[in-house]
């Protein structure tokens, strides 16, 4: 059982999920300690291919208050974990037109490890979102009517 640190909620919304992939986070000791408290936001960031690797941009973590003067910067690049066949895969994804590498979740697996669940993604024009929110509430009014007839 994996406990989830920070999720983005919303790039299911903005963007149309088209591949996921796990990848494992290069972090500090400071870091790790900060993530465990579950006080990470990822919400504003994304993942970046630059000089044949991957690399987490505009994450935060937050300091870890018992670190003193050893502390990490909140918003630093984190190196992501990947063998070289994903990032060649994730690089061939987001040369395609208008797709981009979007994080949605940090999270602790059961040797933990803190891991990225990343995505490559599309993102939706206006009236994609209306029709993923049109498609979210008939699903719920579906489960209504069903539940209420037995």
């Not at 919304?13 to 992939?21: G, K, M, R, S």
């Not at 602790?108 to 929110?133: V, Y």
């Not at 719920?140 to 209420?148: A, F, I, V």
Request: glycine share 8%; proline share 3%; no cysteine.
């Amino acid at each position: 059982m994996s406990k989830i640190v920070a999720e983005n909620r919303k790039a299911r919304y903005n963007y149309e999920i088209i591949d996921t992939y796990e990848a494992g986070l290069m972090l500090t000791g400071t870091e790790v300690k900060s993530l465990r408290e579950g006080k990470a936001n990822i919400a504003e960031s994304y993942a970046s291919d630059e000089h044949g690797e991957i690399w987490l941009i505009n994450s935060y973590v937050p300091e870890y208050l018992q670190a003193n003067r050893f502390n990490h910067a909140p918003r630093r690049p984190r190196k992501l974990l990947l063998s070289a066949k994903e990032i060649g895969r994730l690089r061939t994804g987001i040369n395609r037109e208008g797709m981009t590498l979007i994080p949605l979740k940090i999270y602790f697996n059961d040797q933990g490890r803190a891991k990225l669940e990343l995505a490559i993604a599309k993102g939706k024009k206006l009236h994609d979102k209306r029709d993923t929110e049109k498609e979210r509430d008939w699903n719920r009014e579906k489960g209504r009517l069903l539940r209420d007839r037995g």
